[in-house]
């Protein structure tokens, strides 16, 4: 069993940046890779960003490349969101995930999930 805690995420002006954080259980060594979704209200959740437990294999969905970078913190079993350029259509409840094998890594389909958080931008 795995447990994401995450946190940051809040308000931002349109060109502003956040950082969202997650931490991953002691039970770590059974993760694969970890990633960022987000799902904003009316819509389905979406991919946003990912990178395997050792920090390589970055992916970023297109609507976030070149502004969001993800990174991994191996000493506190965590991975960073570093949000920059926001706008407005990034408002979402962004949720941390863990993936267990390449399979679900590469089809962007996580075993666990994080309890989310609220991101909004305004312009």
């Known amino acids: 069993q795995v447990q994401l805690v995450e946190s940051g995420g809040g308000a931002a002006q349109a060109g502003g940046s956040l950082t969202l954080s997650c931490v991953a259980s002691?039970?770590?060594?059974?993760?694969?890779?970890l990633g960022w979704f987000r799902q904003a209200p009316g819509k389905e959740r979406e991919f946003v960003a990912s990178?395997?437990?050792?920090?390589?294999?970055?992916q970023y969905s297109d609507s976030v490349k070149g502004r969001f970078t993800i990174s991994r913190d191996h000493a506190n079993n965590a991975v960073y969101l570093q949000m920059n350029s926001l706008q407005p259509e990034d408002t979402a409840v962004y949720y941390c995930?863990?993936?267990?094998?390449?399979?679900?890594?590469?089809?962007?389909?996580?075993?666990?999930w994080g309890q989310g958080a609220q991101v909004t931008v305004s312009s």
């Open positions: 990178i395997t437990w050792s920090g390589g294999s970055p």
């Open positions: 995930a863990a993936t267990i094998n390449l399979v679900e890594y590469l089809t962007r389909r996580p075993k666990y």
């Open positions: 002691s039970s770590s060594s059974s993760i694969y890779g």
